[in-house]
């Protein structure tokens, strides 16, 4: 017993028996095709078309817009041919996509088909298929160049030698579909951090319209960060990131564009805080904070405290900020210019500068001629003071006429009572500031432990001083010098 099963061949219901085929109902089918958003040289409408030929044969457009070419001629002896006509509205060269697909019975049998062009210059012919007996079905991609005003159409010839004398097809016409052209427009340089603006909307596509814009702006090859014909990124770091576009087409066809931009370094911005005053021997504080538009930067930083010492100190690192801090003692008064730079890790740096202005600690004596250090709070007359010169200060710099001292430390106090001189009270061999201060005007009292000296320098540096007291009484409103010594020591 003969084996045999059944399939479906293009919509038609097929018996294979012992290599032999027949075709039990024939439903002619064409491929898909729609219609292009671009104006086709080629008309996909039926009615646009015409056809000639032996037996019956037709043109019928498809629901998916594009048209089918059928003919047959069932019963016919030997042979048949059918034209099938429409007029190119260009003259250009166009590529199409075609299915050649029938049955042309069983006995040296053939079934050709062709496209033609007529033209200025006469009818350009091609072949497209050449099949054999039998059920066949093939496709291709071809080009034609076609001439406005004048045919285009394809030709199917065929023959047999067979008493069954079948033969029928279809010829499946559509536009090949050619891939989108993408354009992107990118700034050619820019700084990190800077918003970068991106345009694929000059991308183009021949036969179609583009129906997807994918944006890969971290150069890791996936286009998954973006969608829409316009994008818009920053770059964390300098350096050249490329980014790209891909735009895909109504009929899948994708294209590729990249622009490579060159990303440059920005200095980051500094912004510092710094005690505005101090005094020698104690803490001052400066602290800093960061600000970079490169997000990937890290940073290192230096002090330099002005007086001729620096120190590198450390940085919290944060996505585009950073902060530091530190702190240093003077071993002198004076004013200062602290500067801090910041340099990121490609070579951007800030630097800012601000000044702190140290107080001169100076020693003190009271009383420097006399063995004690009493002082009577209702005595008249003048308290001898010394500045002590121990070498940190310049003494001639000393503005006496802004010198006060007071039993309190910040009181008004006396003023200096002459503009003082210099001798080696302490014999030492260094001269020293004596000034006089009238005693009433201190502000001593019986509880009174302490007397304390401030001023400035002719720069404006703050001078501070002090020295330890004991009250004594007076009746008789004695000198304040008397026979005291005093301690002459700084703060």
Request: aromatic share 6%; no cysteine; charged share 15%.
């Amino acid at each position: 017993m003969a084996q045999s099963s059944s399939t479906t061949f293009n919509g038609t219901r097929v018996l294979v028996s012992r290599g032999f085929v027949l075709l039990v109902s024939i439903m002619l089918v064409t491929a898909a095709f729609a219609t292009p958003a671009a104006a086709s040289p080629i008309s996909f409408d039926a009615s646009d078309w015409s056809s000639a030929g032996s037996g019956t044969h037709s043109v019928s457009d498809t629901a998916d817009g594009g048209v089918e070419l059928a003919w047959n001629n069932d019963g016919a002896l030997y042979g048949g041919s059918w034209t099938y006509t429409t007029t190119a509205t260009a003259t250009e060269t166009v590529e199409f996509d075609w299915t050649f697909q029938g049955h042309h019975s069983w006995y040296r049998a053939d079934a050709k088909a062709y496209a033609f062009a007529d033209g200025p210059g006469g009818t350009t012919q091609v072949l497209l298929s050449d099949q054999g007996s039998g059920g066949f079905s093939d496709s291709g991609t071809a080009s034609l160049p076609i001439h406005q005003g004048y045919a285009f159409g394809i030709r199917v010839t065929g023959y047999h030698f067979d008493s069954s004398r079948l033969m029928r097809g279809s010829f499946t016409l559509a536009s090949s579909n050619v891939a989108p052209s993408a354009a992107l427009s990118a700034p050619s340089a820019v700084d990190e951090g800077a918003p970068v603006s991106l345009d694929a909307s000059a991308s183009s596509d021949v036969d179609g319209s583009i129906s997807a814009y994918e944006w890969d702006l971290d150069g890791d090859g996936q286009f998954d960060d973006a969608t829409g014909p316009t994008a818009s990124t920053s770059f964390a770091d300098d350096g050249t990131p490329t980014v790209s576009v891909r735009v895909t087409d109504d009929g899948g066809a994708a294209d590729v564009a990249s622009a490579t931009v060159a990303v440059s370094n920005v200095a980051p911005d500094v912004t510092m805080t710094l005690d505005a005053t101090g005094v020698e021997d104690e803490m001052v504080s400066v602290s800093a904070t960061v600000t970079d538009p490169g997000t990937a930067d890290t940073h290192t930083a230096v002090v330099d405290w002005g007086d001729g010492t620096s120190e590198s100190v450390a940085v919290t690192q944060g996505a585009g900020t950073a902060s530091l801090g530190a702190a240093h003692t003077y071993a002198a008064g004076g004013v200062y210019a602290v500067t801090v730079t910041v340099t990121d890790d490609d070579g951007g740096a800030a630097t800012v500068t601000d000044s702190v202005t140290v107080t001169h600690v100076v020693a003190v004596d009271v009383k420097p001629d006399s063995t004690d250090d009493t002082v009577n709070p209702k005595a008249k007359g003048v308290l001898p003071v010394a500045i002590l010169d121990t070498g940190d200060v310049d003494l001639s710099a000393v503005d006496v006429s802004s010198l006060r001292l007071s039993a309190t430390e910040g009181g008004a106090g006396a003023a200096a009572a002459h503009g003082g001189h210099f001798e080696d009270v302490d014999g030492d061999g260094d001269l020293d500031l004596l000034v006089h201060f009238e005693n009433a005007d201190v502000g001593f009292t019986a509880d009174s432990t302490d007397v304390y000296l401030s001023g400035v320098t002719t720069d404006g540096v703050p001078v501070v001083g002090s020295d330890s007291v004991t009250p004594v009484g007076n009746d008789r409103g004695g000198a304040a010098n008397g026979n005291g010594n005093g301690n002459g020591r700084g703060r």
